[in-house]
Structure formats: C-alpha cells, structure tokens
C-alpha cells in the first residue's frame, strides 16, 4: 500500500501546479509587457524633444548661476526596470495632443507649454 505524504504541498499534481503557474505568469507577463512599452513610449517622446539648457538665477546671481537639473522618481512600475523620472518637460509645440501625450507618458513631470 501506498503510505500517505505527510507534506501537503506533495499531495498537489504536476498537472495542477504548472496551471497555477500559469495563471499567475500570464498577469506578470502582460504588466511587463505593459511597462517595457511605457517606457520604449517615454524614450521615443523624449527622443523627438530639442534639449534645451535653463539657467538658474538665484538671489545672488554670482554664486547662483548653473545648470538647474531636477529628477524625480519615476512611477513605481517603471523604476525597476531602470527608467528615471522627469521633473519639467518644457514644449514649445503649439500642438495640444504633443502636451497631452507627454502628461500621460510622464505622469511624474510638471509638463508646460513655452511661448
């Protein structure tokens, strides 16, 4: 006779823990997709951007004056795959679809039209 396992995980069939696996891979697999996309998205805005240098001019202008670079964290989902976060996009596009677009790809960002 058969003796009865005394690890209940042992008493599961093969067939029954590759369906669980499955279940659970295909979510992972869709939001990896998802976010490899977001970001393939966010570096092909930015890629069509003209960079541009802002000066920083603080209440003493001698000791003040430099390259004003803010970050932030990008969103959860994308910082573990290595994205940064965007702290201001400035536009100088009248087009209001390019400003919609950069405030959905870069949720994290101040996005604003220059004139």
């Not at 369906?19 to 990896?32: L, T, W, Y």
């Not at 803010?70 to 290595?82: E, F, H, I, T, V």
Request: no cysteine; proline share 8%; charged share 25%.
């Amino acid at each position: 006779m058969k003796e009865k396992s005394k690890q209940p995980w042992e008493n599961f069939p093969l067939r029954t823990v590759l369906a669980i696996v499955a279940v659970v891979a295909i979510p992972v697999a869709v939001f990896v997709g998802y976010s490899l996309k977001w970001v393939r998205d966010r570096r092909e805005f930015m890629q069509g951007l003209t960079p541009v240098t802002v000066r920083y001019f603080g209440p003493d202008p001698q000791d003040t004056i430099g390259f004003f670079l803010q970050s932030k964290d990008a969103p959860w989902q994308l910082r573990w795959l290595g994205e940064r976060g965007e702290a201001t996009i400035l536009l100088s596009s009248p087009d209001h679809s390019k400003v919609d677009r950069a405030k959905s790809l870069f949720p994290e960002a101040s996005v604003r039209k220059v004139e």
